[in-house]
């Protein structure tokens, strides 16, 4: 069974940096809509950024021109690069794929990675 962890969370100041990584240990990525999600105490899960398998981004509008997301040529890495954080973005993060015919993961959810955003 596919065990998705994910890493590179940490606290920072508003205005920093943090990069995020999510493997399985093996080719899990690329072949579907791979995804950032992100979940703050009190909320629902929510998409963050997705890349398709034709390596087409999309990004939520309330992280749009800060986040970038990537994987590896290898499919085995998704990467998460996070710019200008905002108190807003403190939240456990959490990647996945999904089908193009569905919103439901196709693995079961890591332990994701938190992020803290405090001056």
């Known amino acids: 069974q596919v065990q998705l962890v994910e890493s590179g969370g940490g606290v920072v100041q508003p205005g920093g940096s943090l990069r995020l990584s999510c493997t399985a240990g093996?080719?899990?990525?690329?072949?579907?809509?791979d995804s950032w999600f992100r979940q703050a105490p009190g909320q629902e899960r929510e998409v963050v950024a997705t890349?398709?398998?034709?390596?087409?981004?999309s990004y939520a509008d309330f992280v749009k021109d800060r986040f970038t997301i990537s994987r590896d040529d290898s499919g085995t890495w998704l990467y998460l690069q996070m710019n200008n954080l905002q108190p807003e973005d403190t939240a456990v993060y959490y990647c996945?794929?999904?089908?193009?015919?569905?919103?439901?993961?196709?693995?079961?959810w890591g332990q994701g990675t938190q992020v803290s955003v405090s001056s």
């Open positions: 996945n794929a999904r089908p193009p015919w569905s919103n439901f993961p196709t693995n079961p």
């Open positions: 890349i398709s398998r034709n390596g087409d981004t």
């Open positions: 093996g080719p899990v990525f690329g072949h579907y809509n």
